[in-house]
T-cell receptor, first 118, second 112 residues
């Protein structure tokens, strides 16, 4: 299993500002994922962060709005830039892993960062 | 703290009863499915999984059923307890990919 921490756990920000969210994993992983969970909705993948290369963004998400860093195999940051109230969401990082004897794939999630933009 | 399930479909069950949570998945090429539980203020946690070569898998108090014909998953929780109160998501993945697609989620409320 993987233990993932995120900072900050929550924040209230003014529109037009930017917030950088940190994700720390207790083991080295090749891929890290960033998700957005808007109020009352499911999880939507923003991007995949690989160490040593540019992040891969999903449709509807762009690097200028959500720049990502992946400086090493245990850490990643997601920045939410030029925020508007529509960016109010929970932002989650996750890593792939296995359960049990190793044949059961899963993703391990951090606790999330709860962002409110005023 | 705020809940992630403010506007999600809600299933209310009496403590001790069985719960059934349903999910329709989207991709007929998906061959691996997971049910996640998300408690308030936490990230989703793995509950149980199933591969497409099975139609049923049982865990401790939980059972997942897969109907590939109609692209439908269900999660059954036996003897529902107050600690089962959470939002439940299904997630699907196709072979050869690493991306999961998450379903809309259902909030389970256990009534004492």
């Amino acid at each position: 299993s993987a233990v993932i921490s995120q900072k900050p756990s929550r924040d209230i920000c003014q529109r037009g500002t930017s917030l950088t969210i940190q994700c720390q994993v207790d083991s080295q992983v090749t891929m890290m994922f960033w998700y957005r969970q808007q109020p009352g909705q499911s999880l939507t993948l923003i991007a995949t962060a690989n160490q040593g290369s540019e992040a891969t963004y999903e449709s509807g998400f762009v690097i200028d709005k959500f720049p990502i860093s992946r400086p090493n195999l245990t850490f990643s940051t997601l920045t939410v830039s030029n925020m508007s109230p529509e960016d109010s969401s929970i932002y989650l990082c996750s890593v792939p892993g296995f359960k049990g004897t190793g044949d059961r794939e899963t993703q391990y999630f951090g606790p999330g960062t709860r962002l409110l933009v005023l | 703290g705020e809940s992630v399930g403010l506007h999600l479909p809600t299933l209310s069950v009496q403590e001790g009863d069985n719960s059934i949570i349903n999910c329709a998945y989207s991709n007929s090429a998906s061959d691996y499915f997971i049910w996640y539980k998300q408690e308030s203020g936490k990230g989703p946690q793995f509950i149980i999984d199933i591969r497409s070569n099975m139609d049923k898998r049982q865990g401790q108090r939980v059972t997942v059923l897969l109907n590939k014909t109609v692209k439908h998953l269900s999660l059954q929780i036996a003897a529902t307890q107050p600690g089962d109160s959470a939002v439940y998501f299904c997630a699907e993945k196709a072979s050869g990919t690493y991306k999961y697609i998450f379903g809309t989620g259902t909030r389970l409320k256990v009534l004492a």
